[in-house]
Every structure is written in C-alpha cells, then in structure tokens.
C-alpha cells in the first residue's frame, strides 16, 4: 500500500508562490513516478507536473516555466514549487501514483490564488 499526504496549499496573491509538499509512505514510492493534479470547481482533474525515480519532469504547457516539481528520497517527499502564480492556478492540488492498475491519491490541498 502507498499513503500519499499533502500540505503547504493556503490563501496568496497573484504573483506570489507557495511550496507543496507529499510525503509518501509505503516502499513502492521508491519505484514509482509521482504526478501532480489539480481540479478546479466543475472541471475534470488535470496533471500539471511528474516526475520519475530518476529525476526525469513533465509540466504541463499551463505551469511550465512557473511551476518545479522535485523529490528528495531522503524525506520520501515531493514537492511542487508555485511560483508567479495565478488566478486561474486555483484548484484543488493532488499528489498522485500508482502501482500496476491501482491508483493512489493524496487527500487534496486548497490553492487560492487572489487577485
């Protein structure tokens, strides 16, 4: 089993940056890619970053150049660094693996952004 928990979600204005932050537990987080997700309110749930074992990234067209997803293996913990962010950056933020066809989730973190 994996347990994905994230923090670090909260209240910014546009411009600024926050720091998200998912701690896995379980030893297949050492052998799978993490992805971020966001949803906003009516919307379907969209990847916004990934990241492999070994270091390898994906953003999506939306984030890239804002956004830096990272890992530190010593923690069991990745993270999504915001920066320059949004309005339209605000949604919920899920930290997300997955292990053969089982797929696993964090509880969700709240990211506001106001103008």
């Given at each position: 089993?994996?347990?994905?928990?994230?923090?670090?979600?909260?209240?910014?204005?546009?411009?600024?940056?926050?720091?998200?932050?998912?701690?896995?537990?379980?030893?297949?987080?050492?052998?799978?890619?993490?992805?971020?997700?966001?949803?906003?309110?009516?919307?379907?749930?969209?990847?916004?970053?990934?990241?492999t074992l070994?270091g390898f990234?994906?953003?999506?067209?939306?984030?890239?150049?804002?956004?830096?997803?990272?890992?530190?293996?010593?923690?069991?913990?990745?993270?999504?660094?915001?920066?320059?962010?949004?309005?339209?950056?605000?949604?919920?933020?899920?930290?997300?693996?997955?292990?053969?066809?089982?797929?696993?989730?964090?509880?969700?973190?709240?990211?506001?952004?106001?103008?």
């Amino acid at each position: 089993q994996v347990q994905l928990v994230e923090s670090g979600g909260g209240l910014v204005q546009a411009g600024g940056s926050l720091r998200l932050s998912c701690v896995a537990s379980g030893s297949s987080f050492r052998i799978l890619a993490v992805d971020w997700y966001r949803q906003a309110p009516g919307k379907q749930r969209d990847m916004v970053a990934s990241i492999t074992l070994r270091g390898f990234t994906n953003y999506a067209d939306s984030v890239k150049g804002r956004f830096t997803i990272s890992r530190d293996g010593a923690k069991n913990t990745v993270y999504l660094q915001m920066n320059s962010l949004k309005p339209e950056d605000t949604a919920v933020y899920y930290c997300h693996t997955n292990v053969g066809p089982i797929d696993y989730w964090g509880q969700g973190t709240q990211v506001t952004v106001s103008s």
